[in-house]
């Protein structure tokens, strides 16, 4: 069957699902529509939120420990260079000779809102408070009464699946587009583009496979699937991966990897020792891992007599970071066509050359980083927090708003009242007409936004004064 091509005057869609008056916005605002959009998600609290939420180390009080809000300052800017670099090449080459200099000009703006954006979904305590979530549900779903029956045995099955495979990524779109109240019920009313180049995974729960790319984890959750298809319908990406998507990707995964080794040499977790250790372990290098290898030499031997973190620093920037950009970006614009019709099935990074050395990366963090007991004891720490809130607040929501209301404790009434208006309000419009199972799936999916709103200092503050310990 032949793909049908995606083209860039479609993806690169700046309307907004609530449409402005066009003249009113063009004799009024100077600015292009993506600089509209990251203007209104640098000055929202969502993006301010992420100073206060984890990366690796949870409730770290050092200046210099990375946050979400740095890991994203620090993924919009990788992205955007990588999309100006993406955009020159194109242009220069002829590759692509549908697209145009206007194009160009604005996938790297697209892809600097998207680094902003990427982890705003996220809950307290990095990517081990997605699965202590993941973890609850999968324990307490059928043991869960509503009425006379389980709750298991009501919800439809993506109902259920929506929270056994709950994803931060999911949760990004619901942020900005519902949970987020700036004007109206639009959220921040991004551009469709910056919206779609977000959604890494295409896919309902109901269709998540190891064996794609697109469909590794679920994409957005059911209470989403129209404002899902209205973004995607717009951009013509559909159940594709957006093109933008695939060079995002490798901007959180060069940030991460980075960042992550710089953390740890800062706390000296680990050590430039260690670091060449891995790399001399490596039986075959390839050209990448050699040249990389050598240059951590180079720069272990010219700072001998500073500290590893400022040696870990100048190697970074030196050598580490570019290898990573360039080899991935030769892989987009070898497998360009492929990504243009959405059949392109593996991450540029691990496709690229430089995959044997994200490898050598990537097992120095489990080994030194992950494994490092003061991570441990904090991640257990926020696991517990993020438990003990849903078996307060998921029980209390079940009758609430309910046609067995009459049943909700004193206790449950008083745990609703401490959630947000702003949340509530979203539960009720898009309650608003549904049947009893769909509002009973809207009350836990109203549990997890409350959640996943907080900062690492909130949920614990919280947790402590719910069990008389603050």
């Not at 670091?275 to 490596?282: D, G, H, I, S």
């Amino acid at each position: 069957m032949n793909q049908v091509k995606m083209n860039w005057d479609q993806l690169l869609d700046d309307e907004r699902r609530r449409k402005t008056n066009v003249n009113y916005a063009k004799s009024k605002d100077v600015r292009s529509a993506f600089e509209n959009d990251y203007q209104r998600i640098v000055m929202s609290a969502s993006f301010r939120r992420l100073q206060d939420k984890t990366q690796v180390f949870p409730l770290e009080k050092s200046d210099f420990i990375r946050t979400r809000l740095t890991h994203s300052i620090e993924v919009s800017t990788i992205a955007k260079s990588m999309g100006s670099m993406v955009a020159y090449h194109l242009l220069e080459t002829g590759l692509d000779p549908e697209l145009t200099k206007e194009h160009a000009e604005k996938i790297p703006e697209v892809l600097s809102c998207a680094g902003l954006l990427h982890d705003m979904g996220n809950p307290p305590f990095g990517h081990f408070g997605e699965e202590s979530i993941r973890e609850w549900f999968q324990l307490n779903m059928d043991q869960l009464a509503y009425g006379d029956h389980f709750i298991s045995d009501i919800l439809e099955p993506q109902m259920q699946q929506d929270f056994f495979n709950f994803e931060g990524n999911a949760q990004v779109l619901r942020v900005v587009s519902k949970l987020h109240y700036q004007f109206d019920d639009y959220g921040m009313n991004l551009t469709y583009a910056t919206l779609n180049s977000i959604m890494k995974y295409p896919v309902s729960s109901l269709e998540i496979s190891k064996k794609e790319i697109r469909s590794k984890k679920m994409g957005y959750f059911y209470a989403d699937q129209e404002l899902f298809e209205d973004v995607t319908n717009s951009t013509g990406a559909r159940s594709k991966r957006h093109p933008l998507t695939y060079l995002l990707e490798v901007a959180d995964d060069i940030a991460y990897l980075n960042a992550d080794l710089e953390d740890g040499m800062k706390k000296g977790i680990v050590t430039v020792a260690q670091m060449l250790e891995e790399f001399e372990a490596v039986e075959e290098p390839n050209r990448v891992t050699a040249t990389v290898h050598q240059e951590l030499i180079k720069r272990s031997e010219r700072y001998k007599d500073h500290d590893d973190s400022f040696t870990g620093q100048q190697w970074i920037a030196s050598s580490l970071r570019g290898q990573l950009i360039n080899r991935s970006l030769e892989v987009f614009y070898e497998h360009y066509f492929e990504i243009m019709e959405g059949t392109f099935n593996e991450s540029l990074i691990d496709a690229s050359e430089a995959k044997q050395l994200v490898q050598i990366l990537q097992q120095l963090s489990r080994k030194y980083l992950y494994q490092d007991k003061g991570v441990l004891e904090t991640e257990l720490a926020g696991s517990e927090i993020i438990s003990s809130l849903l078996d307060m607040f998921v029980p209390a929501a079940i009758y609430y708003d309910s046609k067995n209301s009459h049943l909700e404790t004193m206790k449950s009434k008083r745990l609703m009242a401490l959630i947000s208006d702003n949340y509530i309000g979203c539960y009720f419009k898009n309650a608003e007409g549904q049947d009893d199972t769909t509002k009973l799936y809207l009350r836990l999916l109203l549990i997890t936004d409350f959640i996943c709103g907080m900062t690492d200092s909130y949920a614990k503050d919280l947790y402590q004064k719910l069990h008389g310990l603050n």
